[in-house]
């Protein structure tokens, strides 16, 4: 038999389980809010892949963790740009919080506004925003169950009631108060999300790609896409299109980068930008689903490049790998070879040593042996900072020379490092596909209590990838 009742509720059901006698087994959970992934994997289990990333994030966020609310709220999200970024308030959830807002004045819902955009609303920001009535309003709010106040911190009693506010406003007082809020906000990321939602222009799209940088500059890439995206929303250059999908890719949501890539393919000019867009789309190819596919996208890529060695070397990279992986060796050392020619012409530390190091695994699996010298000055060279698929990474490279030499602790070490910094990065589709080299590694060791919570790693972080080829991967390693 199972019971339930919500949170708050007359606890009637404590003096069944009181008078059940020790010969019955029972228990008493208490159940929290789904997180983020579960509420996400469910809405697009239900409404499908179109749904825009960062709208989802505001959907969950407004929800609580309740799938009932998150659900709710999803159906009527936008599926695309030039549909809005707004979002609703559905029937069925405005009957939930009418009662608390009916009847209260328009002072106290501009109040309830300023609280609903500001990240860390406080009684002082509340005094500066709005006057010298805060103090009353807020009490007022905390009689109806809208507020609760913790020191001079000050914030709603659901996310939900924050959601409300926002949306019962009109659309010229919500700008007017995002405009008054992005003069008093000093964090860089909340005031450019202010100016953006105040429409403040062209001052918006600056403040969004400052922001961008420094939240991915801090290990939060999907930060640094909803901000570049919301940028192209404002009619920033097209060639974002690329840079965003870049960004949602290493943050683990192939789904958004992918739907943001056939957009850039379609629309951009033949020429720089849309061979990028066409490189990108093929790491997602190959990490995702297709090798042949992802082939056919390098080629057209590099016709399209014109005289760009440092794309043409990135561009050669992902052939040789491409090349490699569907068991073409001796066109994968080609590739290698006229990707380290264009590197040396740019005369780029990091891209060099990413050229050198992919010859080595290609040289090796040829028959070639170690070459130590190469592999050593590629790890020298690495740029951890420059933007890349792990595959490419001459540590991460170094780790499968190791390993297949049976070097296996200078293999666990290069994983080590590489690990934390995809993780302080926040790069989490690099960070899935290399705890899945440290399941092999550890059972080629015989360390099986290793192998087992390393494929309970890598297994967790795979699902969440929510891909064929990282569904495929998780259950090998469980394998």
Not at 171 to 181: E, G, V
Not at 362 to 373: I, R, S
Not at 402 to 415: A, H, P, V
């Amino acid at each position: 038999m199972l019971i339930a009742e919500r949170n708050g509720s007359p606890a009637s059901w404590h003096r069944l389980f009181d008078s059940l006698s020790d010969s019955y087994r029972h228990g008493l959970w208490q159940i929290g809010p789904l997180g983020r992934n579960h509420i996400e994997r469910l809405i697009r289990d239900r409404l499908g892949n179109e749904v825009r990333s960062s709208l989802l994030s505001r959907a969950c966020e407004a929800s609580g963790g309740n799938p009932f609310y998150a659900i709710e709220l999803a159906r009527d999200l936008p599926r695309n740009r030039s549909n809005g970024s707004s979002l609703v308030l559905p029937p069925s959830l405005a009957e939930l919080v009418h009662d608390q807002f009916d009847g209260l004045d328009a002072g106290i819902k501009e109040l309830l506004l300023a609280v609903a955009m500001l990240a860390h609303p406080t009684i002082p920001r509340l005094l500066q925003a709005l006057g010298s009535d805060v103090a009353a309003q807020v009490a007022t709010a905390e009689d109806r169950n809208i507020l609760v106040v913790v020191g001079d911190r000050v914030a709603f009693t659901h996310p939900l009631l924050a959601h409300a506010a926002h949306v019962i406003a009109t659309p010229s007082s919500r700008r007017a108060m995002h405009q008054r809020l992005s003069r008093l906000v000093t964090d860089p990321e909340e005031r450019a999300r202010h100016l953006a939602e105040g429409g403040v222009l062209p001052e918006a799209l600056s403040a969004l790609e400052e922001a961008a940088r420094r939240a991915r500059a801090r290990g939060a890439p999907e930060v640094a896409a909803e901000l570049t995206e919301r940028a192209l929303e404002l009619g920033a250059d097209r060639s974002y299109l690329v840079r965003a999908a870049e960004l949602f890719y290493d943050a683990g949501r192939s789904i958004e980068a992918e739907a943001l890539l056939e957009e850039a393919v379609a629309t951009l000019e033949a020429g720089r930008y849309r061979a990028e867009a066409l490189l990108l789309l093929s790491e997602i190819r190959y990490t995702d689903d297709s090798f042949p596919e992802a082939q056919r996208l390098l080629e057209r890529a590099r016709s399209e490049v014109d005289g760009d060695d440092r794309l043409l070397a990135m561009i050669d990279l992902r052939r040789s790998n491409v090349s490699f992986n569907l068991g073409h060796f001796g066109l994968a050392a080609s590739a290698a070879r006229s990707a380290t020619t264009s590197a040396d012409r740019v005369a780029e530390a990091g891209l060099l040593a990413q050229s050198m190091a992919a010859s080595v695994i290609v040289d090796l699996t040829l028959g070639c042996g170690v070459d130590e010298p190469r592999l050593r000055t590629a790890l020298e060279l690495e740029d951890e900072d420059l933007r890349t698929g792990a595959e490419f990474s001459p540590a991460v490279i170094g780790a499968f020379v190791y390993l297949w030499t049976d070097r296996l602790d200078e293999s666990r070490d290069l994983l080590d490092s590489v690990c934390n910094r995809f993780a302080d990065r926040g790069e989490e589709h690099a960070l899935a596909w290399v705890s899945f080299i440290r399941v092999g590694l550890e059972c080629g060791a015989g360390r099986l209590a290793d192998a087992l919570a390393a494929a309970e790693t890598a297994c967790t972080r795979l699902n969440l990838l929510d891909t064929t080829n990282a569904a495929a991967l998780s259950l090998t390693a469980r394998g």
